[in-house]
T-cell receptor
Framework: QKEVEQDPGPLSVPEGAIVSLNCTYSNSAFQYFMWYRQYSRKGPELLMYTYSSGNKEDGRFTAQVDKSSKYISLFIRDSQPSDSATYLCAMSGTSYGKLTFGQGTILTVHP | DGGITQSPKYLFRKEGQNVTLSCEQNLNHDAMYWYRQDPGQGLRLIYYSQIVNDFQKGDIAEGYSVSREKKESFPLTVTSAQKNPTAFYLC?????????????FGPGTRLTVL
């Protein structure tokens, strides 16, 4: 079993929809959680960064962490075609630890 | 502009050849990383370096080698011992020991073995 599981999709939604992306993990030592967005044939870019449990909001994006369930989510409101990308979750046990990535979810937002 | 550059963007190699991928950063970051990305498998860590002249193996180091002679440079050599080298290779960097989680990525090099 992988330490971090992420549904690879693909996920296809209409423009304006609310998108929910999720990861589950097995290592209870993970405390730092990240979401990266990767456009086709490009390097990933950091989208959201959270520490421990709770919510964090940035514009149309909300990251949610539930450590008791070992479950993290990324919500995208009012999704746009420009949100079409692969979304990768990543996590670590310390502020300087190695990152463990999920497999990535391919998202397509169609007009 | 500050950032991470990787070259070349595309690389073709014959079986049995070694090849070196370049990674340079002008962000003054202490730590640098090499990842491999295959379809459906996310990113897997090959090597990382937290300081000049020091580096550690990641999860899939076999068949790869690195050097860190300068802070801004972290080249990766894919040797002939790497059994399945065709992949997308990503270099990343982070500022210092306390912010290793916030990694910034380069544009990647796509290596194809013919």
């Amino acid at each position: 079993q992988k330490e971090v599981e992420q549904d690879p999709g693909p996920l296809s939604v209409p423009e304006g929809a609310i998108v929910s992306l999720n990861c589950t993990y097995s290592n209870s030592a993970f405390q730092y959680f990240m979401w990266y967005r990767q456009y086709s044939r490009k390097g990933p870019e950091l989208l959201m960064y959270t520490y421990s449990s709770g919510n964090k909001e940035d514009g149309r994006f909300t990251a949610q962490v539930d450590k008791s369930s070992k479950y993290i989510s990324l919500f995208i409101r009012d999704s746009q075609p420009s949100d079409s990308a692969t979304y990768l979750c990543a996590m670590s046990g310390t502020s300087y630890g190695k990152l463990t990535f999920g497999q990535g979810t391919i998202l397509t937002v169609h007009p | 502009d500050g950032g991470i550059t990787q070259s070349p963007k595309y690389l073709f190699r014959k079986e049995g050849q070694n090849v070196t991928l370049s990674c340079e950063q002008n962000l003054n970051h202490d730590a640098m990383y090499w990842y491999r990305q295959d379809p459906g498998q996310g990113l897997r860590l090959i090597y990382y370096s937290q300081i000049v002249n020091d580096f550690q193996k990641g999860d899939i180091a076999e068949g790869y080698s690195v050097s860190r002679e300068k802070k801004e440079s972290f080249p990766l050599t894919v040797t002939s011992a790497q059994k399945n080298p065709t992949a997308f290779y990503l270099c990343a960097s982070s500022a210092n020991r306390d912010s290793h989680n916030e990694q910034f990525f380069g544009p990647g090099t796509r290596l194809t073995v013919l």
